[in-house]
C-alpha cells in the first residue's frame, strides 16, 4: 500500500525538500558522493565538511563544500546537484558567484563540480565561459560537468555504493519501462539495512517523474518502509509533537484524520484496512484524544477504545 500523503514535489529548480535529499546523502557518506566527479577523492587524507555550513546572504546553502587533501594537495570542492537545468547563464552566474564566495572566505585551489541529474532540452551544456576585451583575453571561467543521467545504473550496483543507490533513479536503465526501472531502484534500497535509503530513493523519484508520471509509480512505493525511515519526519511537520501540535491547532476533521492515521502508521507500521476505516469514520474530538495520548498507545488494539 502507498501512503496517500506522498505526494511529487514542486517544479521549483530549487526544492527545499530535494536540497535536504542530496544533504542527507552527504551525511551518510561524503567521499562515496564525491566520488561521482573525482572517483579516487576515497584515497582523500582528509575530507572536512564543515566549511559547507557557511552560506550567502541572498542564496541557498552550497549543496557541498569540502576541504580535501588529496595525495598531498589541498584544495575545496565544490559540488552543486541540478534536477531542472534551465540555462547556462543562470547556472554560469550561479556557479561563478559560489566560486567568488569560496574565493573570499579560503585561500586554496578550488574544484568546482556541477552535477546534473536529469537531461535537459538545452542540448549544449556550457561549462564556463571567457571574457575578452579588444581581442584580449581578460578572464577564463571553467568548471567539470558530470551527467548523472548518462551513467549505468547497475554499474554502481556492482559497485556496491549504497550512498549513490537514490540517484540510480536518474541514471540510464536501458530498455526498462518507467514501472521496472522504478520498481528494480525501490527494491535494491528495500533490502537494504538503513531504511533511509529506500526513504531518500523515493524522495529522489518525485523529484525525477512530473506529477502525471509519479501517479503512475508511486504505487511501488512502500508506505511502511517509506514511514520507518528515520528521515520520514523532516518534511511531515517535523516528527510527533509537529505532528500533534497542528492536528490540535487546526482542530479540522481532514487535518485531524491525516496526522492521526499518519502518526499510527510511523508507530505501529501499515494499518489494518479496518483500523483505517473507524478512523475516516471517527468525529473530530476522538481523533484529537488519540493524539494526545499516542504516547501512551503501546499496541495498535489500544487505538479502538477511542474508535467507534
Known sequence: MVRKGIETG??????????ETIKNLERKDCKILASLAIPEIEEAEELDLKFAELSMADMNKADYIAKVN????KFILHMEFESNFKSNSEMIKRMLRYFIYIYQNEDLPIYQVLVILKEASTKNILDGFESTVQNELIMKYKYKIVKVYEFNKYDFTKEGKEVLFPLRVFMKHGNETDEEHIAECLQLTESLEDKDFYYLTAECIKKYYSKDKFEKVKKFIKEEIYM???LFKDPYEYGVEKGIEKGIEKG????LLKNVTKLLTKKFGILPSEIRVKIEKSEAYNLEIILDEIFNLE???DVLKFLK
Request: aromatic share 4%; no cysteine.
Open 10 to 19: 514542486s517544479e521549483n529548480v530549487r526544492n527545499q525538500a530535494y536540497d
Open 70 to 73: 588529496l595525495k598531498n594537495e
Open 228 to 230: 520507518s525511515s528515520a
Open 299 to 301: 499496541k495498535l488494539a
Open 252 to 255: 479540522s476533521k481532514q487535518e
